[in-house]
């Protein structure tokens, strides 16, 4: 799914009744409080109190690593005959993270009223979303509630220990390159200028290298302040687009897909929790066409979200699976993924046909990322020595001139 919430809209508490009279409390997202109340309304709830409810300062934000481990620890008590309301309680109690203690013991208190599980999920969206919830409630209604629970703490752990893959894959060279140009940045800014006053001293024409370096110096003296708030204008600038503007993060989405060596591990990412989404859903009994709403949004990419909206409208209108993602996705599934999900079709395994690809993928992501960073390592050890030892080498060659003079 899509997410749902844009940084504009606005937490509200409420407290009302539902269509049977009952007394119902939660947390709606909205960018009114109009907008709130109609969405209650639509819920057939009809709300007394509403407020908005200010961002809480204490305790570290809620993780999707903490809902999947959420998630592992309630089927583990529930396997071992351990009531839900007691489940609750225990792992509320005991987490670390006081907002996390908050969100368990509110789903506590909304089960113990009588609400089911997936309707109380379902109040906080930001936390769980819509494939959680629509396994929660498919296990609740087939009576396989810790099966289904099972399925959704393994498919999320798996779809954050890809993603931590996929963030490492990307972020270890920016890592690098930044803390590079900090070192770099000071060198030249406070470093370099004390080797200029000691060279003026020196009566000698300097290496054109070191003259190099000290312009380079006296420009970033200059400058620094300003192309600093231009490098940060900058980033923001992208940030904002990419969350307000849909067509530049379609665009970013698609670029993203066609980077060198980088790209192809985005590609497999995507597809691979495509499959295990859909896989997940298809095995709980979620029918294909609702299931395919969670399975646009999980995978995280504009450009398949969009095409795998369209195979939903298919579906919906009878085409196979199969034949839809010839028709959409022929771009972006390779033509392994569409047999194996015709040969599913065919012989009523879909899900599992799904999960092979999906484990195919995840192995491909995980040697690709282990083969980037084994050659991106020396290549950043060179890069860093080219750099950081060539201002360092610029500032001494006077010196070593010198020592040859006398």
Do not use: C
């Not at 993603?163 to 470093?191: D, N, R, T």
């Not at 579906?315 to 972006?332: D, K, P, V």
């Amino acid at each position: 799914m899509a997410n749902p919430k844009q940084s504009k809209d606005l937490l509200f508490v409420y407290e009302g009744k539902d269509k049977s009279g009952r007394l119902v409390r939660g947390e709606v997202m909205a960018i009114s409080e109009a907008i709130a109340k109609a969405q209650l309304r639509k819920q057939n709830i009809t709300p007394s109190k509403l407020k908005q409810k200010k961002a809480r300062r204490r305790g570290k934000a809620i993780t999707p690593g903490d809902i999947a481990a959420f998630a592992r620890q309630l089927t583990t008590m529930m396997r071992a005959g351990v009531p839900m309301i007691q489940s609750f309680e225990i792992t509320g109690r005991g987490h670390e993270n006081p907002n996390m203690q908050d969100l368990i013991l509110a789903l506590k208190s909304e089960v113990e009223g009588g609400v089911n599980l997936a309707d109380a999920m379902e109040k906080h969206p930001l936390q769980f979303d819509n494939l959680f919830v629509q396994l929660v409630r498919a296990g609740e209604q087939s009576g396989a509630l810790e099966t289904l629970l099972d399925k959704v703490a393994t498919y999320k752990e798996k779809s954050e220990a890809l993603k931590k893959k996929i963030k490492s894959a990307m972020g270890y060279p920016i890592a690098i390159l930044v803390v590079a140009g900090i070192v770099s940045g000071i060198l030249l800014i406070f470093v370099v200028p004390q080797f200029k006053e000691v060279f003026a001293s020196f009566g000698a024409d300097l290496p054109a290298f070191t003259l190099l370096v000290i312009a380079m110096s006296e420009f970033m003296q200059a400058w620094w302040f300003p192309i600093a708030l231009v490098l940060g204008g900058i980033v923001t600038g992208l940030i904002e687009a990419n969350k307000r503007f849909p067509g530049f993060r379609k665009a970013m989405d698609r670029l993203k897909l066609k980077l060198p060596v980088v790209g192809n591990i985005l590609v497999k990412g995507t597809i691979a929790r495509w499959s295990s989404t859909m896989a997940t859903m298809f095995a709980a009994g979620v029918p294909l066409v609702e299931a395919m709403d969670s399975v646009a949004g999980a995978s995280g990419n504009v450009i398949y979200e969009e095409a795998t909206l369209n195979m939903k409208d298919d579906i919906a209108a009878g085409t196979q699976l199969q034949t839809s993602m010839r028709t959409h996705g022929s771009e972006l599934f390779p033509n392994m993924v569409i047999q194996m999900v015709s040969i599913g079709e065919e012989s009523g395994q879909l899900d599992g046909m799904l999960q092979k690809v999906a484990d195919f993928y995840e192995e491909e992501v995980n040697n690709a990322v282990d083969g980037l960073t084994a050659m991106l390592e020396p290549l950043i050890m060179a890069f860093l020595g080219v750099v950081i030892g060539g201002l360092v080498i610029a500032m001494y060659l006077p010196i070593f001139k010198l020592g040859a003079v006398v």
